[in-house]
């Protein structure tokens, strides 16, 4: 905006200094403004303080705040103040400035920075309280799988199916192109090293064996928890949110059993499915690498990878990723169903969902690598 | 109450011929009026008249079917991006939600606009920031953050807010949204206070009759089924003297039959 604020000083021989502003008095200028207050009082030392107005276009409320801050220097250094000049309609915009509002203290002061080991007890208090609430969520969630299983025409199947589609169908793409490129990139890998001892065909059984007992039932569990945990628990926050969870229980409903149980029917059937895929599209991976460039036949490929699987891995594995799937939309459902507040809760919700399953998702696997371990060594 | 000379002055806001559609609908259709410096102007109407969708398109967040919008006399529709983003910082806006930061306290939220558009010393945007929360009688509550706020507390965070860089337009949408029938008094006259206190001109969209004749120096008063503007004046002299059945009936709270089959639809 054009003008500035014009000011000039005159002293008088008995220490009345006048301040006489004109032009606009506004944001803009406020800048300006401030450092006059300690120059008038520091270096005119004024036993009286007239500040001459009347040639103010536009005053503003930072403007005003100036000619308040102006008259309490003056106040606490007992100088006499007068103000002259300005037009009633423009006086009104000093009665807008509360005066004690300036000097009142925050009623909540600032969260003080905890010290390293207060951080650390409230950080152990959060995960073991988190650990609570996942398992008594576990097992609220068995409860109404059970009460589901005895009542199996209240399961909303409809939900289940749209859930199954939205984890199962549309997942699919993603899972089968990173499985794939998984499969190609592992036998390429591999294949380098094989070469040397012309044990080129035992790139098959490695890609088999890897991504049927380990990486397929993993690789689609990371996926799932990325697209689908998270998704819960952003749509059951966001409903948390909404008041809609609410308005389920006060129908009557059970929110748990409407919303979750849906969820984790559909995410029971889909992920041990999806992992079948992954695999499948692994191997094709590494059969283009051992076709292309290690001259294998397709039949010979093929062979090897029988050869290399066993029934038990292929079981194994899928016990694995249906305890995963388990694990990932309990995770889900209970961050969702747990936020409180707005909009960045659901987004928190969202992250801890998927930071969650992963952890768990590599707990689960290692928790079967020991137990498999006996089973098929007793 | 009327402010002597409003009406020679050049109006602060002009539209003419305004008109929406989204897609085949017309929902409104060749609006003019004239907004003037200083007043408190209230566009009213029903539920799904367009009164919100009105004040998208002054403030420029929606660029309009067809229809001009003059903004301080500055034809909004020939601003490019940049030259629009500075006039909207010379307007304040209080959302039906308040729209507060929630990962800011209200002192950042009231700061935002002040850190990122002038050059003031942190030291100099404190003491505003005060003054501001002062004015909207939120004092020393700029460490709080807006979960910790009532409805009408954030309501007035937002007005804080809006009016940090010292706009000379306000635009409250729905401010009395929400709010119990003191808190919505209370809001009503510190909206008043602050345009006796500034001059700033207020435009509110509302459909709260209290807020209507307690405050708003002129009224327009929009239509579903006209799409447009069906009064306009004082909402005092339109209660009793307006010859249109809609609008006493609008003021009087009276239920028509015809009302009834057009909220069906």
């Known amino acids: 905006m054009p003008g500035t604020t014009k000011h000039s000083i005159e002293t008088a021989d008995d220490g009345v200094v006048t301040l006489s502003l004109s032009g606009r008095m506004d944001l803009e200028r406020f800048g300006e403004l401030t450092p ?8 005119y030392a004024p036993s009286r303080l007239n500040v001459d107005m009347a040639g103010i276009d536009y005053i503003d409320s930072s403007g005003a705040l100036f000619i308040v801050k ?60 988190d650990m609570y609430d996942i398992v008594s969520f576990g097992g ?148 283009i690498v051992g076709v292309v460039g290690l001259n294998l036949t397709i039949f010979t490929y093929i062979q090897q990878t029988m050869k290399a699987i066993s029934i038990f891995d292929i079981v194994s594995g899928l016990v694995k990723s249906f305890v995963f799937a388990a694990a990932i939309s309990a995770v889900g459902c209970q961050r969702g169903f747990k936020v409180r507040g707005g909009a960045e ?3 928190n919700a969202t992250t801890s969902a998927v930071v969650t399953s992963i952890f768990l998702i590599i707990v689960i696997d290692s928790t079967f690598a020991i137990i498999l371990h006996y089973i098929h060594w007793a | 109450m009327e402010k002597g000379n409003r009406t020679t002055a050049d109006p602060v806001i002009k539209v003419e011929g305004l008109t929406v559609r989204y897609g085949d609908n017309t929902v409104l259709d060749g609006v003019d009026f004239e907004v003037y410096p200083g007043e408190i102007f209230v566009i009213m109407g029903g539920s799904g008249c367009g009164k919100s969708t009105l004040l998208k398109h002054v403030i420029g967040i929606e660029t309009p079917a067809e229809g001009k919008i003059w903004l301080n006399g500055t034809d909004t529709a020939l601003l490019d991006d940049s030259e629009l983003r500075r006039l ?15 990962s800011m306290t209200i002192g950042e939220n009231v700061a935002l606009p002040l850190t990122e558009f002038t050059a003031l010393p942190m030291k100099d945007i404190t003491s505003i920031v005060r003054m501001k929360l002062g004015m909207v009688e939120l004092a020393g509550y700029d460490n709080h953050y807006p979960a910790e706020l009532s409805g009408g507390m954030k309501k007035r965070a937002g007005i804080a ?64 089924d006209a799409k447009g503007i069906i009064a306009e004046g004082d909402p005092r002299v339109l209660r009793t003297s307006s010859q249109d059945a809609r609008v006493t009936d609008f003021f009087n709270r009276r239920v028509t039959k015809k009302k009834h089959e057009g909220m069906t639809t």
């Open chain 2, 88 to 102: 909207h910082m010379g307007i304040g806006m209080l959302f039906q939600s308040s729209a507060l930061f929630g």
């Open chain 1, 345 to 347: 809760a659901v987004g």
């Open chain 2, 161 to 224: 807010r809006a009016m940090a860089l010292e706009p000379a337009m306000l635009f409250l949408d729905e401010p009395s949204a929400g709010l119990d029938p003191v808190t919505s008094a209370e809001l009503d006259l510190l909206i008043r206070k602050l345009n006796e206190g500034t001059g700033t001109t207020m435009v509110i969209v509302t459909h709260e009759l209290e807020t209507i004749f307690n405050i708003s120096h002129r009224i327009i008063m929009l239509d579903r």
């Open chain 1, 70 to 129: 102006l008259e309490d220097e003056a106040r606490a250094r007992s100088v006499a103040f007068t103000l002259s000049g300005l037009s009633r309609e423009k006086m009104g915009i000093l009665s807008l400035i509360d005066r004690e509002a300036l000097a009142k203290p925050s009623l909540a002061p600032r969260e003080r920075r905890l010290n390293l080991i207060e951080q650390l007890g409230n950080a152990s208090i959060i995960a073991v309280k």
């Open chain 1, 36 to 43: 006059l207050i300690s120059t008038i009082f520091d270096s």
């Open chain 1, 140 to 287: 609220e969630l068995i409860y109404e799988i059970g009460h589901s299983v005895r009542h199996l025409r209240k399961v909303r199947w409809g939900d289940v199916v749209t859930y199954m589609k939205k984890v199962g169908v549309d997942g699919l793409p993603i899972v089968g192109l990173i499985s794939f490129l998984l499969g190609l990139i592992m036998a390429f890998m591999s294949s380098l090293q094989l070469k040397q001892f012309g044990a080129n065909v035992y790139v098959a059984s490695l890609v088999a064996v890897a991504m049927v007992r380990e990486l397929g039932p993993i690789m689609t569990a990371i996926i799932v928890a990325g697209r689908s945990g998270s998704a819960f628990a952003a749509e059951i926050g966001t409903m948390r949110v909404n008041e809609e969870v609410d308005a389920l229980a006060t129908m009557g409903f059970s929110p748990m059993r409407f919303l979750s149980i849906p969820k984790v029917i559909a995410s029971l059937v889909t992920v041990p499915v999806l992992t079948i895929f992954a695999s499948i599209f692994a191997i094709m991976g590494g059969l």
